[in-house]
């Protein structure tokens, strides 16, 4: 039986790791000790905390701030609370060791942690705006590379069969070209996991620069593809030894695109229904017999 214990709940836990590259050296040394040592980071005097982490008072402050509370009475009051209110089963790496079932185990556990921490940190305000750009574009065009890929293409299947006029664009080149050509009334719609791909970032400051409203689809806050989104959607994962965050963020971007489609699909249920039924024919017309 695995040990329990008292994790830092998901909501402090994921602004931790959704601003942690945005945070300074110094306040990437404090967010470390929060996680590390959530009871000791409640308990200690803030005098006491800059003295075991090394960094001033005001730096521990700026941290707390940062990740998005008022100060650090704020950020421990947050923290007691869902401590108290909480015991979560220890996040183990995957080891050489463990049987293929085990394996199975950690990795679900991780996905379902991805999409719960996602849920805790979710803007609600940007999905709604989301939807409705999405909904009165006259024309989406998607834009991902490396593992993003993937999901643009799951992106661009579902919006497609609710009647969404998508399109995508997979040449990391022609990104940008295309992007600079959007007519108004357009959407650009970016993912990337870390927020700093240099050619998806270039398409999205074209698509703004043509008047089209930008979307960005990421893990982390404050990036620089976040300056050239109108609506940032953020997503948070956690990372292991054998898998990486951006791995497990797939899981968290992949069921933010599944919200979307639904959401949108509620919007205009009769149409969506009679497109998803002519699509679902189509498919079977060209079934394997």
Do not use: W
Not at 33 to 46: A, G, K, N, R
Not at 77 to 93: F, P, R, T, V, Y
Not at 241 to 257: D, M, Q
Request: charged residues 20%.
């Amino acid at each position: 039986m695995e040990k329990e214990y008292q994790a830092i709940p998901e909501g402090v836990l994921a602004r931790l790791r959704t601003h942690f590259s945005s945070l300074s050296d110094t306040e990437q040394r404090v967010a470390r000790f929060l996680e590390q040592h959530p009871q000791d980071f409640i308990h200690l005097s803030v005098q006491a905390l800059a003295q075991r982490i090394h960094v001033s008072e005001a730096s521990i402050v700026r941290c707390c701030r940062s990740i998005g509370y008022h100060g650090i009475r704020d950020l421990k009051l947050a923290l007691a609370s869902e401590l108290a209110g909480s015991l979560h089963q220890i996040h183990e790496d995957i080891r050489p060791e463990d049987s293929v079932l085990t394996i199975t185990r950690k990795v679900l556990q991780s996905d379902m942690q991805a999409i719960a921490d996602t849920l805790s940190i979710l803007d609600e305000t940007m999905l709604e705006r989301a939807v409705q750009v999405l909904l009165k574009a006259s024309r989406i065009e998607m834009y991902g590379i490396g593992a993003s890929l993937p999901i643009i293409i799951d992106a661009y299947y579902r919006f497609l069969r609710i009647g969404l006029p998508a399109t995508m664009v997979t040449d990391p080149h022609m990104q940008a070209v295309s992007a600079a050509l959007l007519p108004e009334g357009s959407v650009a719609f970016a993912i990337s996991h870390s927020g700093r791909s240099r050619q998806t970032l270039m398409a999205l400051k074209k698509a703004r620069e043509a008047g089209a409203s930008t979307i960005l689809l990421s893990s982390h806050a404050n990036t620089p593809l976040g300056e050239y989104a109108d609506i940032q959607l953020i997503t948070t994962a956690r990372e292991t030894a054998f898998r990486r965050e951006a791995l497990t963020s797939r899981i968290a971007h992949l069921s933010v695109i599944d919200a979307l489609y639904v959401a949108i699909a509620m919007q205009r249920p009769d149409s969506s229904l009679r497109l998803l039924k002519q699509v679902s024919d189509i498919l079977d017309e060209t079934a394997l017999l």
